[in-house]
């Protein structure tokens, strides 16, 4: 007989260590895995105690369901779990948790207590991991408290590996700006340490979520990116690019997540590093944070431990369309100098550039939210300086974003920026229109409009006609593809603006000029929020005249007039 040991079964303590190999790295994989499950138990207030680095405490607390008294020692038991019931979901897993590991990998290789509530419970109920799961009374606001004690306390081996207190401390602010920025209606409030802490209210607007994201990635990234929303069937990818002349030395600012989860995959890393390929010089790193949204049955999140990585149904498909998303933004970015906007304004369908937040009355948030990418001059020191004897003079002062007051040798002039800009592009796209020198955009994903059959048909029958003013529809069973938008046109509301080109062409106006007029009704305002943008336009409205209806000269007798 060979003196080979016999199988047996792993003693559960021993099993529950191992796993806790497996998904507790560090203080900041604990903090992770509790954090999730407060996101998972709907909590919308989470805070975060962290002493020792995550050595000596770590407290989560959250205003979530909670869990019910009897499924308490359930909770600290391998494999269980509420999340997860059949097979069948394991192709459909919405929940950030499901395995059923990381309470008792954490219990095993640490002192835990557990406390929570549900709404319905006259008292809440307290666990201990290290007193054979009897429960007992205690005093708690609904949703639950995790607390970790002594982490490795009975593993010195690994408390050996641990970093000093600083870097696990980086390392659990790191965890946390990644949740954070993966839940913007979550607010989460942490102490670090006696002298370190982070507050991050809910973050409901696109304003409030762009704050969120400046205090954790920079002001810098924030004043230098584009937001895209892009949609393609039932995926949909929208977020922040930063562009491609503010690369970065590191990878401190990529941030990519898939349903609202945190996530590090090749085939996005590549897919982003392809779309930045040309752009960025070599040894350098893009800025991100980007967000994917995909049915749950195209997506497998079940497979590592930690859950970072993730299996796509159809992985060429979803690098494919990242890849050309970007690239789109990005060489779009490239060629249009782009006039940014308050942070106030709302996301549209297209790149949009971001700038820092201002107040604004109503009538300036509307315009902000129509705001669009428009082709400017690049100005460098040289042209402000030849801008002084320019037509319009030179821009001394710029007030409520849209005014701007110039001087010039012969007199000081106000102009009204909005009006100015809106007449230079309807100028230029009517000229284009009349020359067919129309620039165009194409459209990479696709937007579908639903109409009906009269406008499908319809739309094939001055398919023609539509392409020569830069928009190209493809029929559907029952709906319009958009395909590509004349470029002037490429931050408007693509549906309407369709929907009014069919309407026109509905009621017999069947021909250039008519929908010629309708585009001009569609371009949207800007909003100028610099001097150097003012500058740029003074210089191409040299064409019209010093009496055109936005300009105004401020001589004496017209400043007299106002008094």
């Known amino acids: 007989m060979s003196d080979m040991p016999r199988i047996h079964a792993l003693p559960l303590h021993l099993a529950n260590q191992i796993a806790a190999g497996e998904v507790i790295e560090r203080p900041a994989s604990v903090v992770k895995e509790l954090v999730e499950n407060s996101l998972d138990a709907g909590a919308d207030q989470i805070f975060i105690d962290i002493e020792g680095a995550g050595n000596k405490l770590i407290r989560v607390r959250d205003n979530g369901l909670g869990i019910h008294p009897e499924d308490l020692p359930l909770a600290l038991s391998r494999h269980a779990t509420s999340k997860l019931h059949s097979s069948e979901q394991l192709s459909h897993i919405a929940s950030l948790g499901f395995r059923g590991e990381a309470l008792p990998s954490i219990s095993s290789v640490s002192r835990l207590t557990l406390i929570s509530r549900q709404a319905d419970s006259d008292c809440a109920w307290q666990l201990s991991g290290d007193q054979n799961n009897a429960i007992s009374p205690a005093a708690h606001p609904q949703g639950t408290t995790l607390e970790i004690r002594d982490l490795f306390f009975n593993l010195p081996a690994r408390r050996h590996f641990l970093r000093s207190n600083k870097t696990e401390q980086n390392h659990i602010l790191t965890t946390l700006q990644r949740l954070a920025l993966s839940q913007f209606t979550v607010g989460f409030q942490c102490q670090l340490s006696a002298s370190s802490s982070l507050k991050l209210p809910a973050a409901i607007t696109l304003a409030q979520q762009q704050q969120r994201i400046a205090k954790i990635c920079g002001k810098n990234f924030i004043n230098n990116s584009l937001f895209i929303e892009q949609d393609y069937d039932d995926i949909k990818l929208e977020g922040w690019l930063g562009k491609a002349a503010a690369h970065r030395p590191q990878t401190d600012v990529q941030y990519f997540f898939i349903n609202g989860r945190v996530i590090r995959d090749r085939v996005i890393t590549h897919a982003i590093r392809q779309a930045y390929s040309d752009k960025i010089p070599a040894g350098r790193q893009p800025a991100y944070v980007l967000y994917l949204t995909i049915p749950l049955d195209r997506v497998d999140i079940n497979v590592h431990p930690t859950k970072h990585e993730v299996r796509f149904r159809d992985a060429r498909l979803i690098h494919g369309l990242l890849t050309s998303a970007l690239q789109q933004a990005l ?118 409009l639903s109409v009906d059959n009269n406008l499908i048909a319809l739309a094939s029958q001055y398919e023609t006609l539509l392409e020569s003013v830069g928009v190209r529809l493809q029929p559907q069973s029952s709906a319009l593809l958009i395909r590509s938008i004349p470029s002037l046109l490429a931050q408007t509301d693509l549906k309407t603006l369709v929907r009014s080109l069919l309407t026109a062409l509905s009621n017999n106006q069947t021909d250039k000029a008519s929908l010629a007029i309708i585009l001009q009704q569609h371009l949207p305002l800007i909003a100028i929020s610099q001097l150097e943008q003012a500058t740029q336009l003074l210089l191409q409205l040299n064409e019209f005249s010093l009496e055109a209806p936005w300009c105004r000269r401020l001589d004496q007798q017209t400043l007299n007039s106002l008094f």
């Open 331 to 448: 060489t779009h970015e490239t060629v249009i100098e782009p006039i940014p906007e308050p942070l106030s304004a709302q996301a549209s369908h297209n790149t949009r550039p971001i700038s820092r937040a201002s107040k604004q009355s109503s009538e300036q948030s509307q315009i902000a939210e129509h705001s669009i990418d428009y082709q400017l001059p690049i100005v460098t020191k040289s042209h402000f300086k030849e801008s002084i004897t320019a037509k319009f003079g030179q821009a001394i002062t710029l007030i409520e974003q849209r005014y701007v007051i110039t001087k010039s040798s012969q007199s000081s002039l106000l102009i009204d920026l909005q009006q100015a800009e809106q007449q230079l592009r309807r100028q230029q796209l009517q000229d284009a229109i009349n020359t067919n020198t129309l620039s165009t955009r194409p459209i990479l994903v696709p937007i579908s």
